[in-house]
């Protein structure tokens, strides 16, 4: 859903508003990916962390779903503010979430490997979603600043 949105907003500048491509789709995605998405981490990890840890696969009633939320916050938030804030807060908020969700992958990676868990929220789309975001951010970020 928010790497649609963030494909969808990058076409939308491209064509409205003339933005060059890349700006527009880095910008799109930092919004879009980063920020909002963050944001409806936060809001499943924080008030229902009991669901999202059966949809991960992981044992509910853990207060780590809480901790989770907060990175997401964290992120959630950065990604919005790069409506405002340009140039090095791109690179820092592009790196940052690369690191996370790169992270969490290799987490997911380790604990279908270990355990079998392909529950959907640890081998389906949130495993890809990871590690795809992080590539198109970093491949975009090298366009747009080398």
Same mark, same amino acid.
């Given at each position: ?5 963030? $494909?969808?907003?990058? $076409? ?9 491509? #890349?700006?527009? %789709? /880095?910008?799109? %995605?930092?919004? $879009? =990916? ?6 409806? *981490? ?13 949809? $991960? &696969?992981?044992? *509910?009633?853990?207060? %780590?779903?809480?901790? #989770? ?6 992120? &959630?938030?950065?990604? #919005? /503010?790069?409506?405002? %804030?340009? &140039? ?15 992270? *969490? *992958?290799? =987490? ?12 959907? &929220?640890?081998?389906?789309?949130? !495993? ?11 491949? !975009?970020?090298? !366009?747009?600043? !080398?």
């Amino acid at each position: 859903m928010f790497p649609a949105g963030g $494909i969808l907003a990058g $076409i939308a500048q491209v064509l409205l508003l003339d933005t060059p491509a #890349v700006e527009a %789709f /880095l910008l799109a %995605f930092l919004v $879009i =990916v980063v920020g909002l998405q963050g944001l409806w *981490a936060f809001l499943g990890h924080y008030f229902r962390p009991d669901e999202i840890a059966a949809f $991960i &696969g992981w044992p *509910a009633n853990n207060p %780590f779903q809480k901790e #989770v939320a907060f990175g997401n916050l964290a992120f &959630g938030v950065l990604g #919005v /503010l790069c409506l405002w %804030f340009r &140039g090095g807060f791109w690179i820092a908020t592009a790196i940052g979430i690369s690191v996370f969700m790169l992270g *969490a *992958a290799i =987490v997911h990676v380790k604990d279908i490997r270990e355990t079998q868990n392909r529950s959907p &929220g640890n081998a389906g789309a949130i !495993l890809w979603t990871d590690v795809l975001t992080s590539l198109v951010l970093l491949v !975009l970020l090298g !366009l747009y600043f !080398l």
